[in-house]
């Protein structure tokens, strides 16, 4: 009986396992303790702005009263229970904004309890991209109910984190699917106080755009939802979907206009670019520099121009498996340098008018750079052809 | 990485690390302590991991390494014993349906069953690529950054691992 390897391999070793949501909790909740632990280790270093603690020093008790009457935490109490005095201070300074603002939308009562930038203002700094400290940041304190007066899970619960938010700033003029707390640097941090989800989000300074509107943007889910907010490109108007069923409350964060920087908002927005330039071009090996050299020199390629600057060293053509895929297995060259793979058919509707695929692959060892590429015929088969570079 | 980094990775590549977990451990309890293990320790490692390269690379990699340093560490002993409760777990779970008649299907079966003994069986040299490139369905070139091997390096072994996967087999095919 004649079985085909590769088929057999795909089915015994195909998996349909994932990993249980309690698993992913447990590594979420692990890292919360490793990072208390840290923030602990490391934090009295840290000073915090004298004229902040001052102002903290005088606004307590106002403050206090002002939030009494309410009956979440007040965004110090959040901070505090983080474990940051610093940050907790500085939401009892003069620069800080309380805030009591509700929506409520897809079953979820959400809060904005307060806002405060500066530098040095948080006891735990979070490092950027590119491994450097930042401290001129925007925190944002957000508490998070069930519309129904159930409780939220603590963070203790196996449930905790199975209906995730994102909480972020959204910046008016800039698409907030690529701008926002995850590309600005951002972290945060949850505290669950008698049923009550109350999180720190921050990220870079966004006072700097205060020229603009900047909004704080909650959705459900992990990531920014593009279903949940629109955006529009000839203006740069984000505004609520209405239709969205979802969680999709949009504030307006309370910014000082005068802190405004035209020219900071632009430095950062370009710091952003460069900062995804420099990744782009991080050194390779030579033999992945020869490969991306080839890439890139026959990637406009026709077949012709592969018959006349590179030697065709072996050929073979494919029908396709039941799915549309092909499956090849072969032997070039005198060292038995062998290539095996699939093509599978959705690489086949990216092809020239001659039916080359725009797919490629290109391998080889030392000085030898094969270049396997697959055309596909009218009846339907595949034409492997594997070149070697001059 | 910070919390939300975090939770991205695992939103996006955690089914993916924890299938490798599974096959490369054999054991469920092992495979989800080296999940576990795999996202604490880049978080430990505090390298910064570029979301528009290849997170996934990189985890996996992270989640060799630590099972390659725990398999030198531990006794054998258990890693046989877990062995047969994975193996009934895979029957009852894995194996994709698949419309036939019994005999055909118990046929199939024990044939999937003799390729993935044969597979645990390889060096493990083979044995990964096999499992990145069949399991999570890597291309070539993602297994060659994961083990930082070139990519005719990977097309070999792969290509070694089918032969030796043939001959190991084919007795087996010749007497079913």
Known sequence: ?390 | MNRIQLEQCIHEYGTDIYRFCRQITESRQEAEDLYQDTFLKAVELEEQIDFRYNPRSYLISVAIRIWKNRRRKFAWRQRIAETCKFTEKLRDEEIPEQAGSAEAEALKQELQEQVRNAVRNLNEKYRIPVYLYYTLQLSVEEIANTMEIPQGTVKSRLHKARALLKKELEVIWDEI
């Open chain 1, 1 to 390: 009986m004649k079985y085909d390897m590769d088929q057999l391999l795909k089915s015994a070793l195909f998996s349909k396992e994932k990993p249980d949501d309690s698993l992913n909790q447990k590594i979420i909740r692990k890292f919360e303790e490793k990072e208390i632990e840290n923030m602990r280790k490391r934090n009295r270093k840290i000073s915090i702005p004298a004229a902040a603690m001052l102002a903290a020093t005088v606004l307590a008790a106002g403050s206090a009263s002002t939030y009494a009457a309410w009956k979440y935490l007040t965004p110090d109490q959040v901070a505090e229970m983080a474990e940051d005095q610093g940050l907790a201070a500085a939401f009892q300074s003069q620069d800080a904004v309380a805030i009591n603002e509700v929506q409520e939308y897809g079953g979820y009562r959400i809060t904005l309890l307060g806002i405060v930038s500066g530098r040095n203002l948080s006891e735990f700094l979070i490092e950027d991209e590119a491994g450097n400290v930042s401290m001129d940041r925007t925190y944002v304190v957000t508490a998070i109910e069930n519309a129904d007066g159930t409780k939220r899970p603590d963070t203790s619960s196996d449930d905790y984190g199975k209906d995730p938010f994102f909480v972020s700033p959204l910046i008016e003029g800039l698409n907030p699917a690529q701008h926002n707390i995850m590309t600005m640097d951002g972290s945060y941090f949850e505290i669950v106080e008698n049923g009550i989800q109350y999180r720190i989000a921050e990220c870079s300074n966004v006072e700097k755009f205060a020229d603009r509107r900047v909004y704080l943007g909650v959705n459900d889910g992990t990531f920014y939802n593009n279903e949940a907010f629109q955006y529009e490109e000839n203006n740069g108007s984000i505004r609520r979907n209405d239709s969205y069923e979802g969680v999709n409350a949009l504030f307006v964060l309370p910014l000082d206009k005068s802190k405004a920087d035209e020219q900071a908002a632009e430095a950062y927005l370009k710091s952003l670019d460069s900062e995804e330039k420099m990744q782009e071009t991080e050194e390779e090996n030579p033999e992945e520099k020869l490969d991306r050299q080839v890439a890139s020199e026959t990637s406009t390629w026709k077949i012709a121009d592969f018959n006349e600057k590179t030697t065709l060293v072996h050929e073979i053509q494919l029908s396709p498996d039941e799915d549309g895929n092909f499956h090849f297995e072969y032997t070039i060259g005198k060292d038995g340098m062998s290539s095996a793979g699939t093509v599978y058919q959705e690489l086949i509707t990216d092809r020239d008018e001659e039916g080359l695929l725009k797919a490629r692959s290109i391998f080889g060892e030392e000085d030898t750079v094969y270049i396997e590429t697959y055309t596909l015929n009218e009846d339907g088969t595949l034409t492997l052809r594997t070149y070697q570079h001059k």
